[in-house]
């Protein structure tokens, strides 16, 4: 059983700043990329960042030069360090992992997604 965790959601004013974790516990072998991705009400899922196992990062445009996707692989632990907030960063925040779990199976994983209020 493989669990994603996060944390770091709040309120915070326009120009804030918010640190989002996100934990993965369970039988694993292998956590290849991680990412986090956020839906707003009324609105699709999206990509925010992504990160491989050797520190590939890539962000959608909107967050480019705001946002920082890191990644402890001794914790098996993402983080998102969100700076210069903005009202239209309001989401909920979901953790994503690719989980190797028995060295053939190949899964994708979601957390259970936390909040992030931004206000004007």
């Known amino acids: 059983q493989v669990q994603l965790v996060e944390s770091g959601g709040g309120l915070v004013q326009a120009g804030g700043s918010l640190r989002l974790s996100c934990v993965v516990s369970?039988?694993?072998?292998?956590?290849?990329?991680m990412g986090w991705y956020r839906q707003a009400p009324e609105k699709q899922r999206e990509l925010v960042a992504t990160?491989?196992?050797?520190?590939?990062?890539k962000y959608t445009d909107s967050v480019q030069g705001r946002f920082t996707i890191s990644r402890d692989n001794a914790k098996n632990t993402v983080y998102l360090q969100m700076n210069g907030l903005k009202p239209e960063d309001t989401a909920v925040y979901y953790c994503?992992?690719?989980?190797?779990?028995?060295?053939?199976?190949?899964?994708?994983?979601w957390g259970q997604g936390t909040q992030v209020t931004v206000s004007s």
């Open positions: 990160i491989t196992p050797v520190g590939r990062t």
């Open positions: 369970g039988t694993i072998a292998r956590i290849n990329a």
């Open positions: 994503n992992a690719v989980i190797t779990t028995n060295g053939v199976s190949v899964t994708n994983y």
